[in-house]
């Protein structure tokens, strides 16, 4: 038996040393890991058996809040099969659940450590994302020129290079200095001159279940048996 191929996708904080890796495998398998580059040192978060797509991920300046898009495939379930989700990193949980129901649309990217800009017109099916504000984009009309807006209606409050960024096309920030970092088979490596100096391998992980400490829900519970965190996924108290 072959060991599964094992991916890194790595996400940059811009105002600070933080990062998010992104390790995938098994192929729909993937586990979220804060990586502070400062020092090197790391926070093993949580597993989600769903298909995440790392061209529509993001992180926010700050690197305290991580977006995502996810397929699952339970079409007729309130997230419609696939979504958009916002989370507090390393975990998945969802502070913030935006139903998409294909694969055309979905994903988003942080504008700057508050505002963040979703691939979605459904609303937000969770409410947890205090602190953050959402901006859409539509009509310029007297007061608004830009046609951004905030959920209540104000004009968003960018100056123009911002703007100009938005309406031209809205995009995750590709912010991965391969100059000074690589990833080969599984590990993490720090380019130094023509050389490469292994920082951490991720190969060996295994799944387990790892609850968020704001997760909001009760504690799966079997019988006598003590309660476990369950397995994440949107709305879903069972985790299966």
């Not at 600070?16 to 093993?44: C, H, Y």
């Amino acid at each position: 038996m072959t060991d599964p191929i094992i991916r890194l996708h790595l996400f940059f904080a811009t105002d600070n040393s933080k990062a998010v890796i992104l390790r995938q495998g098994p192929s729909k398998t993937f586990r979220m890991v804060l990586w502070d580059r400062a020092d090197d040192t790391f926070e093993d978060g949580q597993w989600l058996k769903h298909k995440v797509y790392v061209d529509r991920c993001d992180l926010s300046p700050d690197g305290e809040h991580f977006v995502y898009f996810a397929l699952d495939g339970r079409w007729k379930a309130e997230a419609k099969g696939s979504y958009t989700a916002i989370s507090r990193p390393p975990y998945f949980t969802a502070l913030a659940l935006f139903p998409q129901g294909d694969t055309w649309g979905g994903g988003g990217c942080f504008l700057d450590s508050r505002h963040y800009y979703i691939y979605s017109i459904s609303g937000d099916l969770i409410g947890r994302d205090e602190g953050l504000a959402r901006v859409f984009k539509g009509e310029p009309s007297k007061g608004c020129t830009s046609g951004l807006r905030l959920v209540k209606g104000t004009p968003a409050p960018f100056e123009k290079p911002t703007i100009d960024r938005i309406l031209g096309r809205l995009e995750p920030r590709r912010l991965q200095p391969l100059d000074k970092y690589d990833t080969q088979g599984g590990c993490l490596y720090r380019r130094s001159g023509g050389e490469m100096k292994l920082i951490r391998d991720f190969t060996k992980m295994e799944f387990e279940y790892i609850r968020a400490p704001y997760d909001w829900r009760s504690p799966r519970s079997s019988g006598e048996t003590p309660a476990e965190p369950a397995d994440w996924h949107p709305l879903d108290k069972e985790g299966k």
